[in-house]
């Protein structure tokens, strides 16, 4: 996500959620608020990576549960549907938000590009829990964010240890995320098809299709869903637009379509997330 600040209400933090080439990542070290037992379910454009250290509980994902402990790390791709559920109270935990699309954007056209991309890309298709031992966790909270250059080299330098994490059931090699993802936020707002996307980026549609169902439950539909309902965010939060004129601008075809799925993600009706949003 790149252009103006954002800050966005995410169940149990209100937090920076800005990126851009000068700020590819977000990194917080926190503690579970007093009494928290759960985070709603939401989702975010950037990959989400999450450490618990010393704790247990579950995370869901896309509508599956997983239990994490300790020397487990959760992976979240971009705009997957996930909700945590906590075993106890003030519990300690490393948050990476890294913006795939925005990291990718700084090697574009440079030597780089086509070495770093697959890595970046690789957010996309990891597993959802990984072990992790505790070098690796280190190597996470020891990430530079003192300048852009240093930001450059912490993501690169987490490059070995993303590579020994599981991958799904999709190889990397066949399904470059990020170009998709390019594509989708220049078009979101227009009649978007699966075969239009394929022609773009030179892969077969009913291949694209595989990619999308393996990584998000409904597929490209769902996913292409969750990008306009993010977009709806931003502009019901930051802008007077009519309810309405915010679903149009988005590329829904009618408000009642746009209602109906805005509160499916969201759980509130897009005037109630603006009063939220601009208290």
Known sequence: MTGGRNRNSIGLYSEDMTFGTE????????VTPPGAREVRAHFHPSAEIVYFFDAKGAVTIDGVRYRYAQGRLIVIRPYALHAYRFDSVRQ?????RVDARAASDLFHNSLLEQIVRPFFA??????PVQRIDRDGVKRIIALDDSSPTA???SLLSLEPLFTS?????????????VKVMDYLESHYAEKVTLTGIAETIGEHPSTLSRHFS???PGGF???LARIRVGKAKELLAHTGKQVSDVAYSVGFADAAHFTKTFRKYTGVLPRDYRKG???
């Open 122 to 127: 690789r957010l996309y298709t990891l597993d």
């Open 214 to 216: 393996s990584a998000y």
């Open 165 to 177: 994490f599981r991958q799904g059931t999709q190889p990397m090699d066949t399904f470059d995320a």
């Open 277 to 279: 949003a601009q208290r």
């Open 92 to 96: 300690k935990h490393i948050i990476l």
């Open 221 to 223: 539909p769902e996913f």
């Open 23 to 30: 700020h590819p990542f977000r990194l917080y070290v926190r």
């Open 151 to 153: 930001r450059i080299g």
